[in-house]
């Protein structure tokens, strides 16, 4: 989709203040600082619709994004930030797991994982809730600026090894600052829902 019109809708922690109405949702699930907000950006063509942190781990609510009154964005907080409290936590993944065990308007899932990095435990549980649950979803490796690229190949390899992707199921090398893997995210968004 090539978007025009992309705006924030609202902020929400519980599902009553999520919003009305049956457009299709597409949230951003990933560690906290692995560059949710900023594909939102990315995909929308906006510098600063989707607020990116300079202190991660600040984020504890929901952030909607209508796009082209056609489907929501949804900005799900970071998870697994080691620096803040145990109680800070729990009420996170609270807001997150109600979310994606409750919205009926759920409809695909793009997983962040830090392409520098092997991914983590809450990396490796998000991935297999998502399974269990047969959500369509695609795996996105970001940051993959920060590598060389002979270095890419290796580090999707080792992603998918370590999340036990099935075979034929592929990680899409994505990055916020040269906009590599912008048209093939797009392009596993419209098929998902649709659009085109
Ligand atoms: N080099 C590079 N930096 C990036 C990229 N994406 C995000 N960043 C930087 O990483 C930091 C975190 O980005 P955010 O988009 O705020 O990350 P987030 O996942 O929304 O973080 P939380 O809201 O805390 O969960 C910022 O300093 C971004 O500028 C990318 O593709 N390449
Ligand atoms: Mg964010």
Known sequence: MIVNNAKYELT?????????????????????NVG????????????????????????????????????????LPGYGYAKVSKEKKASWNEVIETYLYTRKQLQFIILLVDIRHAPSEDDKAMY??????????????????????????VR????????????????IPFSSETRQGKDQVW?????ALNLV
Do not use: C
């Open 12 to 32: 929400a922690v519980r599902p009553e203040q999520y919003p009305a109405g049956s457009m299709p949702e597409v949230a951003f699930a990933g560690r906290s």
């Open 36 to 75: 949710k907000s900023s594909i939102i950006n990315t995909l929308t063509n906006r510098k600063n619709i989707a607020r990116v942190g300079a202190t991660p781990g600040k984020t504890k609510e929901i952030n909607f994004y209508n796009i082209e009154e056609k489907l929501y964005f949804v900005d």
């Open 128 to 153: 297999e809730w998502m399974k269990s649950h047969n959500i369509p979803y695609v795996i996105v490796a970001a940051k993959a600026d920060k590598i060389t690229k002979s270095q890419i190949n």
């Open 156 to 171: 999707l390899k080792e992603i998918k090894a370590v999340l036990g992707v099935p075979e034929g199921i592929e990680p």
């Open 187 to 191: 392009g596993r968004i419209d098929q």
